[in-house]
């Protein structure tokens, strides 16, 4: 990045008279008005005056202050940022997709909704699911949609004490809040040691209270919870549905399916599963998927096949209502149809193995300096609890930020709570041999400056355009705005 641009606001680069465009003249007369005297500006408005190149690289600098899974290395465990090929990204412009609206005649908009139906039909097979709709706008979008079915299943039979939802408290925030949203009171389930549910403690709390339970498999841990089936039997004795939040899909591609481990009513992350970057916080898209029975109560549209095999929107009378204005998030759809195309069974399937090879090979190559609390094969991740040396004190927060000294994105820090020094990496799949090689090399010099100079690490980064920012201050003082900044 250029020192000229960097940190400052497009004001600050503008001086007055300077222009990045020219345009001929438009030939109305000097001072004639097309709009009437009330509606028009008293002055004009403060724009920033500047060139074409400051313009340029003014954004090109602010992109480059930005680190994204295609700048570097991204272990950020619990979100799958994975490299998203580009060829996704080309069929999502497409004009005669890019161009549509969401509310042109069905006749035509053939494609797009065969393209959105033939996906629906492809997660339905990798889900082990029924039907899927694809409405839901994100994960947790999804969970309150597969929820809200849950509650429309219950009292379609006229069972209407089933108030609660259990979750284990290894679950992501998004379960007990997406619970609540959709009225259902959260029980929580500790964990066992080993990051697994205490199914002994779920069966303690089941009852007929309770409307469903949502579990993650792989869990938080990466661990994949091989008592799921007999608590499926156990949950469906009890006349609830076993909810699973998809996020942690990834190494279960095409290797094993959530229908079959016993699951009723799942949503899946195309934004962390089926390619599409999701930093930042968007776009994103939480279809969701149910076992037969359950479809009539799925959101309003449904996209289906005609008999004469064209494609149609439906209502169906038993749904919860209508989740989205549109049907979803569209490009968000086409990426991950692309995604599944391309790859196809076998590649699908390879995804899913690599992720899980690539996050034991990771594991195994740095147990030794650092401490690895659940000693288990892991799925697409894992969690250290900090180095295994403590007598330098050097923490979890440390190693991260001297990470970034050495480019990469620092892994997931602090979560999950089940140890004080968590620090949980998920290389994901699309990484090679070569850069899991650098990324560890680098974890283990780390860990010998730790023990060898332990200030160096406590006082990281020292590369990076800001260095150490002072928690303490900052939670106590903060800076909000830029005019903070420069006081
Ligand atoms: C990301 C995530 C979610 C929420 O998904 P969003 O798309 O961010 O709403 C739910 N559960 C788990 C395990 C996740 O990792």
Redesign the pocket.
Known sequence: MNREYYGKLIFELSRPGRRAYSLPANGCPEGATLLPEGLLRKSAPELPEVDEPTVVRHYNNMSTNNFGVDTGFYPLG???MKYNPKINEEMAVLPAMAGLHPLQPVSTVQGALEAYHTLQCYLAEIGGMAEFTLNPF??????LTGLMVIRAWHDSRGDSKRTKVIVPDS?????PASAAVAGLKVIEVKSMPDGTVDVEALSAVLDDSVAAVMM?NPN?MGIFESRVREIADMVHDAGALMYY?G??LNPMLGVARPGDMGFDVM?V?L??TFSTP?GG?GP?A?PVGVRSGLEKFLPNPRVVKNADGSFGLSQSDGSLGSVSATLGNFAVQLRALSYILSLGCDGLAQAGRLATLNANYVKESLRDVYELPIDRVCKHEFVFDGLADKTSGVSTLNVAKRLLDHGYHAPTIYFPLLFHESLMIEPTETESRETLDEFIAVMRDIAREAAESPEVVKSAPHNTPVGLPDDTKAALSPKVTYFDLMQ
Do not use: V
């Open positions: 619990s979100c799958t994100a994960g947790a979008h999804g969970e679950a992501h925030g998004t379960n993650t938080t939040d996020a942690n949503h992350n934004h962390k999701h916080g994103g939480g």
